[in-house]
């Protein structure tokens, strides 16, 4: 059992290797491509965005469950990060490592209540979940600004360098994207990863191994919390202003299908989805009022055409082919040996 | 496995290409023939019926400028986006308008007040001059921090110092106070907490949500204290629900009002009967053709209201479509003063120079303290009578 | 303690609560048919009240006129939904299926966004303008009329499910749905028929709703996810409970309006949807699927 496992889980190993050095090689060369301070405000959306889907990689991807909390989590940790440093003075340094840790533990609390549900009763709960956190950064007057936004969050800044100019904003959300897709990838080749894993395929499989299910997706839920924080805290110093409509019910839907057309449990899928949402939200501007009408065209279109997402779909295309070459294969043996019956299946 | 990886980069490469072909197309604006400015309004989205209004009042303005020769022989390239709703979403698009469209004038903050909000720092940080069309004042205040940054709407502030003026002349001294929870509200909420008790006037507040469908437990709960009128505070076709339920639960003898977020002919035929008598706080461009003729406002106001009719079949104006209009003839007027430049201090120095901007929403008088520009003079008292707005006695 | 405020906050609930049951009532009829959670419900709602406020402004037919075409349309919205869902034959999961429902409600949003010019429309009460007096509190006539539909829609379906051939087919899709298909019974019919059902009682829910507001292309979607937690405090596929939810959940809403926070009312239905999935999954009423793994 055990030998015949290690065969397919090396080969998925190394794949996922190959896709974080993809991953690494586009966060390099997407800003050689264009460099304009346009550009690398696109470019620092898109590497906030991967690490948004990164996270939500462990939940939708390999736990196999749909969270609708993630642009509730984000929100979190923008709006964290954005009162500690308004509010209280916070450093943002300390920000940027306190919002994570803060979003975590309200993921893990939710987790706790919801983890035990069927999957589609878990998706429900998130959405409750992101809901409210939603309507309270707008109803939090006091705390939050309102749905005016909290304004005056100061640039990110470390011992006296501030992050002002786009090329370091980018660089800054960059180096957390790479660490964070580096994380991702060890986590997921290690042995708590192959147990999450094989949980997402199959329950029996997980309990075979002696894993308990709850802990790994509370486990996942957990870590999805940790990176929507880390995004979150990048937003709030990117745009320098939070306001509750970027953290809506629409968000959280289109990181889900994003990451699901480009491929969930997939190492590749977070940057796939990325650009993608970056693409979407570039091109849409175009049109000014057909845009709701084109992106809801556009992802059933991207869901009907992928509901494994394009990674998926694509491995999965090579899958039937090699099974089809396989079954021709054993046809033609078939004929040899019994020519009648290929007569009759081709009367038939 | 080897087939796999191609396949899987062309893919990402084709959509980083896509999305970075428009980063690197450069800046086209400040040639000698054009002036490029750049607007965000929502056209999607809960704001959506507003911001289509704001826009076709915008267009309505480059469309008379650029017909009457343009600003000193140069015409206006306009730069349009709708963000949606979407702060994130509109600070891309300022970021884009700025970088790689060539916008070197803004005018129109998104058509909510947390979007002007996002826009002010990135406009500012780039040297140029802001126009917004939204409502709360720190959008603009203090002037000495937002130094580029005007708008064309009242500050909540004198929205709120003219209902008191109002309430005070009908003895008025306690009121129940129905704001929205969106940012409209809650900024007249802020106004209203403060400035009202100064004056001697009982405020008692419930908010609503823009998309409740009942709002019989707040009207109820505020008729507890007995106040002399009803005040609501929105946009949202809410504004709606609330006529009805006050008719409906407190009958036709109360005095009921709106903000200038809610003059709209269509939001009042909605309402039938209930809304019959309803007194809103307005600018005077819906009772255009009742004030005197002698109001310097007037033939603006005519004007403006033959032209608009004119361009989209029959519609009347309304005051989002007004706000607009004059944020751009604002922006139009300041260019012409500097001769073109579209710099963003030569602008805003010629915007506090322009003495009285008579628009179709008021008589702006911008200073270097004062970046809104309107003051309870430009705010009337109307009325719905059951089929039309009149100024109130 | 005030009677008048608090019979007007009980009798707040119920008109709205009418509503929300109706949209829960759709929401468990596909839920049973496909075990999927369809997000266009709300957008029913909005297209039925919508087009009826349309068609009565634009045509200037009658009442009852504009409200049966505006069910007949949204009706066909329901089936279209399911071909548009499951016409091509790759979407087998509940939760791939969710997803997508999402996608057609923002089609259906953005093309009511278009086609309505982005504004408000209205409808007369079906039973006159004039308001009830109930103890010192008032409500509109239309309220009575909606909670008599509700309960007549809920009471019409539970025979439906339990007496008609077609309504125990779609019942026991619910169940067990690879065994209707070995008896012949395709999934793709019963779908197409919820689709239909919720559909029509989707837009009921909006010409009833359109009298006590206006409705606009944006109506649809906090309706929807308010009507989704009715639902599932009720319990999911169980039209009784979706009454019960709904009635419920209306009455929350307007306690903590008349008595509560009132900027924090609609908070009410996520704080619902939160608890009553963690302290009690199957609903009040009990659901027709396991819920916990």
């Known amino acids: 059992m055990m030998s015949r496992l290690a065969g397919p889980a090396r080969t998925m190993s190394r794949r996922a290797t190959w896709e974080l050095w993809i991953t690494l090689g586009l966060l390099v060369v997407l800003p050689m491509l264009a460099a304009t301070d346009y550009a690398l405000h696109i470019w620092t959306r ?25 642009a509730g989590f984000f929100g979190l940790g923008a709006y964290a990060a954005g009162i500690a440093t308004v509010r209280h003075d916070v450093p943002p340094v300390l920000a940027l490592a306190l919002a994570p840790v803060l979003v975590t533990l309200v993921a893990l ?44 969050i100061p640039p990110f800044s470390v011992g006296g360098v501030e992050f002002t100019e786009p090329i370091m904003k980018y660089g800054l959300a960059a180096v957390l994207a790479a660490i964070g897709a580096i994380a991702a990838h060890n986590l997921l080749v290690s042995r708590t990863g192959r147990a999450l894993r094989a949980y997402g395929a199959s329950e029996p499989a997980a309990l075979a191994v002696g894993a308990s299910p ?48 480009s491929g969930a449990g997939r190492m590749i899928g977070p940057i796939l989805g990325a650009l993608l949402l970056t693409g979407i939200e570039v091109f849409a501007a175009d049109y000014a009022d057909y845009e709701p009408l084109i992106m809801g065209i556009v992802f059933l279109v991207a869901v009907q055409l992928f509901p494994r997402g394009v990674a998926g779909e694509l491995a999965a295309r090579r899958e039937d082919r090699r099974e089809r070459a396989k079954r021709s294969a054993d046809l033609a043996a078939d004929v040899a040996v019994d020519a009648p019956t290929t007569l009759k299946a081709v009367q038939r | 496995m080897r087939k796999k990886i191609p396949t899987l980069l062309t893919c990402s490469a084709l959509l980083a290409l896509s999305a970075c072909g428009l980063g690197s197309s450069g800046s086209d604006g400040g040639s000698d023939d054009t002036i490029t400015i750049g607007t965000l309004f929502s056209v999607s989205g809960s ?90 004042r720190q959008i603009v205040e203090p002037a000495e921090d937002h130094p580029l940054t005007f708008k064309t709407t009242f500050n909540d502030t004198v929205m709120v110092e003219k209902l008191i003026e109002f309430w005070q002349a009908n003895d008025i001294t306690r009121v129940a106070f129905m704001p929205d929870t969106s940012s409209f509200g809650q900024s007249a909420q802020e106004e209203l907490e403060r400035l009202a008790p100064e004056a001697g006037i009982e405020v008692s507040t419930a908010a609503f949500d823009p998309a409740a469908n009942d709002l019989t437990p707040q009207v109820k709960r505020l008729a507890g204290n007995d106040p002399q009128a009803y005040l609501a505070w929105t946009i949202t076709p809410a504004g709606v629900t609330f006529l009805k339920n006050v008719r409906s639960v407190l009958g036709d003898d109360v005095m009921v009002m709106h903000g200038f977020g809610f003059v709209d002919e269509r939001y009042m035929t909605q309402a039938g009967a209930a809304s019959k008598g309803t007194l809103l706080v307005s600018p005077k461009l819906p009772v255009w053709d009742e004030i005197d003729k002698s109001d310097e406002q007037q033939p603006v106001m005519e004007d403006f209201a033959a032209a608009y009719a004119d361009e989209y079949d029959g519609e009347q104006p309304n005051v989002y479509a007004g706000q607009a209009y004059d944020a751009m003839m604002v922006a139009v007027e300041a260019l012409r003063a500097t001769g073109g430049d579209p710099d963003g201090e030569k602008v805003a120095d010629a915007i506090e120079a322009l003495g009285t901007h008579v628009g179709v929403t008021g008589a702006f008088k911008f200073t270097a303290d004062d970046h809104s520009g309107l003051s309870v003079d430009d705010v009337a008292v109307i009325r719905w009578d059951g089929s039309r707005f009149m100024p109130a006695k | 303690m005030d009677t008048g405020l608090f019979i007007q906050v009980i009798l707040s609930g119920l008109s709205v609560g009418a509503i929300y049951a109706l949209v829960a009532v759709g929401f468990g009829v596909v839920f049973n048919a496909t075990g999927a959670i369809n997000f266009v419900q709300g957008e029913y709602v909005m297209v039925g009240g919508l087009s009826a406020g349309m068609l009565y402004e634009a045509w200037d ?11 007949a349309l949204t009706t066909l919205l329901g089936v279209l939904t399911e071909m548009g869902l499951l016409g091509f034959g790759r979407l087998r999961t509940p939760a791939s299926i969710t997803i997508a429902t999402i996608a057609i409600a923002v089609v259906v949003k953005g093309a009511a966004m278009l086609i309505s010019n982005r504004d408000t429309f209205a409808l007369p009460s079906l039973l006159g303008p004039g308001s009830l007096q109930v103890l010192g509190a008032s409500t509109s006539r239309q309220t009575l009329l909606n909670l008599l539909l509700a309960v007549l829609a809920v009471a019409a379906l539970t025979l439906f499910f339990q007496r008609t051939k077609l309504g125990t087919t779609l019942r026991a899709a619910a169940s067990d749905s690879e065994t209707l298909q070995t008896f012949g019974v395709s999934y793709r019919t019963t779908a197409r028929w919820a689709f239909a059902i919720a559909a029509a009682v989707g837009a009921l829910a909006g010409a009833g709703l359109a009298p006590l507001t206006v409705m606009s292309f944006d109506s649809g979607t906090l309706l929807g996810l308010k009507g989704f937690a009715a639902a599932m405090l009720g319990g999911l596929g169980n039209p009784r409970g979706a009454l019960a939810g709904g009635l419920m959940l209306g009455v929350a809403e307007a306690v903590m309006s008349g008595y509560g926070a009132a900027a924090y009312a609609d908070v009410v239905a996520f704080v619902v949807l939160l608890a009553i999935l963690t302290l009690r999954p199957t609903g009040m009423l009990g659901t027709s699927r396991a819920v916990r793994t």
């Open chain 1, 46 to 70: 898109m590497a906030i965005f991967l690490i948004l889907l990164t996270g939500l990689n462990f939940i939708q991807g390999v736990a196999g469950m749909t969270s609708l909390a993630q």
């Open chain 1, 214 to 261: 709850f802990r790994l997706r509370l486990l996942a839920f957990g870590l999805s919390g940790f990176y929507a924080g880390v995004a979150g805290a990048l937003e709030a110093f990117d745009s320098r202003f939070v306001s509750p409509s970027t953290f809506d019910f629409m968000t959280a839907v289109l990181l889900v299908v994003a990451l699901v057309v």
């Open chain 3, 61 to 71: 037919v009658p009442v009852l006129v504009a409200i049966l075409v505006a069910i």
């Open chain 2, 47 to 136: 704001g959506a019926n507003l911001g289509d209004k704001m826009r076709k009042g915008a267009a309505l303005a480059v469309k008379q400028v650029n017909a009457d020769g343009g600003i000193d022989g140069r015409t206006i390239d306009w730069v349009f986006y709708d963000p949606a709703g979407d702060t994130s979403t509109a600070v891309q698009q300022t970021n884009r308008m700025l970088d790689s469209d060539g916008v070197e004038l803004v005018v129109g903050g998104g058509g909510s007040s947390g979007i002007a909000l996002a826009m002010d720092p990135i406009t500012s940080s780039r040297g140029v001059a802001f126009i917004a069309t939204e409502g709360a």
């Open chain 1, 109 to 152: 609390l939710i987790g706790v209540l919801s983890m035990r549900l069927k999957e589609i009763y878990f998706t429900m709960a998130t959405l409750g979940a992101g809901f409210v956190l939603y309507l309270l950064f707008g109803r939090m007057v006091e705390l939050t600004g309102g749905p005016n936004g909290l304004v005056g």
